[in-house]
């Protein structure tokens, strides 16, 4: 029963997409959408848990600069000025289009990705088995999307649509790296999550800011076997967090750890588009209690 309700619900979704993804006007649309994907009411009068929180700040938390942290490459720009060049991922290049891209030029290995979208990430091991006809396929798709309106998730809305080309980087496990992921609020660390196996069997741990193992999940299983040990550069991660998340109400700052050096990954102002599924309502409440919005618009 269960799951007839949920395939009813995902068909009901695509609907929605499909008729009033530009139409409805987003405080609408969204509330629309979270009933059917979360199978609740969204109470943005008084907003409570984690979820029902980020979409308040999707359609009342709205700032310039935020188009500049979602995005890829300006964002460069950004973590430049708050941290240093030296927290970033080498970049190979940038192009408005895929025929601008000379792929004979870039090196063994690298990795593609659009600046607007979250996804559409492209790795290349080995050039001479890279099928670079299905990349580009894939890059143009992407190119025309604008990825603000099927969750309306603002920052995104009028980003430059781009492809940018980064050096190809793994962990101690030479296979993957992992993503520590780190929550603010208010521009302080609350939280971290750590995901891995993405492209086996993707899993995520959550631990404190200082390395506590929290038995909870958002989205993705936990798997409480797998020992990930604290990162030795931990302090300075959540340092770079907080110069990264200053002046913010929420906001995920990303990074990666490789022999005890720090690189930016990336930043996410709405975890799971504001459509997490935690493994408790408690820890939902929780963490959404940690959300203060600001009180001049509620």
Request: proline share 4%; glycine share 4%.
């Amino acid at each position: 029963m269960r799951e007839e309700s949920l395939s009813v619900r995902r068909k009901i979704y695509r609907k929605i997409c499909a008729l009033g993804e530009r139409v409805l006007p987003d405080k609408l649309y969204l509330e629309m959408l979270y009933q059917v994907r979360m199978g609740e009411k969204l109470d943005l009068k008084n907003p409570n848990n984690f979820d029902e929180k980020l979409q308040w700040l999707k359609l009342y938390d709205r700032k310039p600069e935020y188009t500049i942290m979602a995005d890829k490459y300006e964002v460069r720009k950004y973590v430049e000025e708050k941290l240093g060049e030296s927290y970033l991922i080498p970049l190979l290049g940038v192009w408005d289009s895929v025929d601008d891209i000379d792929f004979s030029m870039l090196p063994e290995q690298y990795v593609l990705k659009c600046t607007h979208d979250s996804g559409s990430v492209l790795i290349c091991k080995e050039k001479n088995t890279f099928d670079i006809q299905s990349a580009k396929q894939k890059l143009e798709k992407t190119l025309r999307t604008n990825y603000f309106y099927p969750s309306r998730e603002w920052p995104y809305k009028n980003i430059h649509p781009r492809i940018i080309a980064e050096k190809y980087m793994t962990d101690e496990s030479h296979v993957e790296l992992k993503d520590y992921k780190i929550y603010t609020f208010g521009g302080e660390p609350y939280l971290i999550q750590v995901d891995f196996g993405r492209f086996v069997e993707h899993k995520r741990n959550l631990y404190t800011t200082d390395w506590q193992y929290i038995d909870e999940e958002i989205e993705y299983p936990k798997d409480p076997s797998v020992q990930i040990e604290k990162p030795e550069s931990l302090g300075e991660m959540l340092e770079c967090s907080r110069k990264l998340a200053e002046g913010t109400v929420s906001l995920r700052t990303d990074f990666y750890s490789i022999n005890d050096r720090i690189y930016f990954g990336e930043i996410t102002f709405y975890q799971e588009a504001g459509f997490a599924h935690f493994s408790s309502e408690e820890f939902s409440r929780k963490l959404g209690e940690m959300i203060v919005l600001p009180q001049s618009k509620l």
